[in-house]
């Protein structure tokens, strides 16, 4: 909810333009990177995924790109609109002996002004 | 399809009360798991599940009891509640642990 959105990175766009949130993951055996949106007093929601064996993946005004390099992640939005206010946060998977992990990262709050 | 559901939605307890949260999900998903979200610390994982009878602990575990006695139902149970589990909770569903995962609308628990 509300108490989420505190001390979080913010991203102030206006309505109409490309919005692109960062991620840095911390983990170079991870394989599998997934992007959240989470709407004030609501459930974290799938945006879109990507696999480490590729650099880029659309979707629906959507685009998620990885460097494996620099382990960094972007969501970009395209034409962002007021309903795409929300808290963004990455998450990566990665096998920790027979064992799947899942870490989400902090979040950051996209602020689409009218 | 319902997806994920959790009751109740807010919850006060007084320290040392136990209580459980209840979770259901009825995509017949095999991997269950129960996240806790506070300020400035994202989703951290308490247990999981990847079946019906198996559970295994996540990260922050303590003061946290699980059990899956079915595929639909994954309970999170505090059995002294202390302030320091004052938080938001939400329980997620998959059909891996790698995929894509639901999440239900979440339990604001606050421990006086």
């Known amino acids: 909810g509300e108490s989420v959105g505190l001390h979080l990175p913010t991203l102030s766009v206006q309505e109409g333009d490309n919005s692109i949130i960062n991620c840095a993951y911390s983990?170079?055996?991870?394989?599998?990177f997934i992007w959240y949106k989470q709407e004030s007093g609501k459930g974290p929601q799938f945006i879109i995924d990507?696999?480490?064996?590729?650099d880029k993946r659309q979707g629906q005004r959507v685009t998620v790109l990885l460097n494996k390099t620099v382990k960094h992640l972007s969501l970009q939005i395209a034409a962002t609109q007021p309903g795409d206010s929300a808290v963004y946060f990455c998450?990566?998977?990665?096998?920790?002996?027979?064992?799947?992990?899942?870490?989400f990262g902090t979040g950051t709050l996209l602020a689409v002004q009218p | 399809n319902a997806g994920v559901t959790q009751t109740p939605k807010f919850q006060v307890l007084k320290t040392g009360q136990s209580m459980t949260l209840q979770c259901a999900q009825d995509?017949?998903?095999?991997?269950m798991s129960w996240y806790r979200q506070d300020p400035g610390m994202g989703l951290r994982l308490i247990h999981y599940?990847?079946?019906?009878?198996?559970?295994d602990q996540g990260e922050v575990p303590n003061g946290y009891n699980v059990s899956r006695s079915t595929t639909e139902d994954f309970p999170l149970r505090l059995l002294s509640a202390a302030p320091s589990q004052t938080s938001v909770y939400f329980c997620?569903?998959?059909f891996g642990p790698g995929g894509e995962q639901f999440f239900g609308p979440g339990t604001r628990l606050t421990v006086l």
């Open positions: 997620a569903s998959s």
């Open positions: 983990n170079s055996a991870s394989d599998y």
């Open positions: 990507i696999r480490s064996n590729m």
């Open positions: 998450a990566e998977a990665y096998r920790d002996g027979a064992t799947n992990k899942l870490i």
């Open positions: 995509m017949n998903h095999e991997y």
């Open positions: 599940s990847v079946g019906a009878g198996i559970t």
